[in-house]
């Protein structure tokens, strides 16, 4: 019964910054690899950010030198620190994450809404 929270959304102007929090509950075992996707309006969801179990990472093209993702493993948490925020910014940010629970699982958080106005 494991549980992918987001936190941190909300309005922010062109060029602030915001940090999402993604929070892993329930009968865990282990986490995998994790990342951080968004949907616009109308789009598609893209991945944004990923980061390993050992903190490797990886970013999308779009992202890269203003999004900078983390995770605290001892937390079972995962951050997103974003910075000089855009409007093609605006999207449901949602989290993943590879949980073992006797299996490996892939788990979805509920989203958290990201907008930036221009």
């Known amino acids: 019964q494991v549980q992918l929270v987001e936190s941190g959304g909300g309005l922010v102007q062109a060029g602030g910054f915001l940090r999402l929090s993604c929070a892993a509950s329930?009968?865990?075992?282990?986490?995998?690899?994790m990342g951080w996707y968004r949907q616009g309006s109308g789009k598609e969801r893209e991945l944004v950010a990923t980061?390993?179990?050992?903190?490797?990472?990886n970013y999308a093209d779009s992202v890269k030198g203003r999004f900078t993702i983390s995770r605290d493993n001892a937390k079972n948490t995962m951050y997103l620190q974003m910075n000089s925020l855009k409007p093609e910014d605006t999207a449901v940010y949602y989290c993943?994450?590879?949980?073992?629970?006797?299996?490996?699982?892939?788990?979805w958080g509920q989203g958290t809404q990201v907008t930036v106005s221009s």
């Open positions: 993943r994450a590879d949980v073992f629970v006797g299996r490996w699982s892939i788990y």
């Open positions: 980061i390993t179990s050992g903190h490797s990472t």
């Open positions: 329930g009968s865990i075992f282990s986490i995998g690899a």
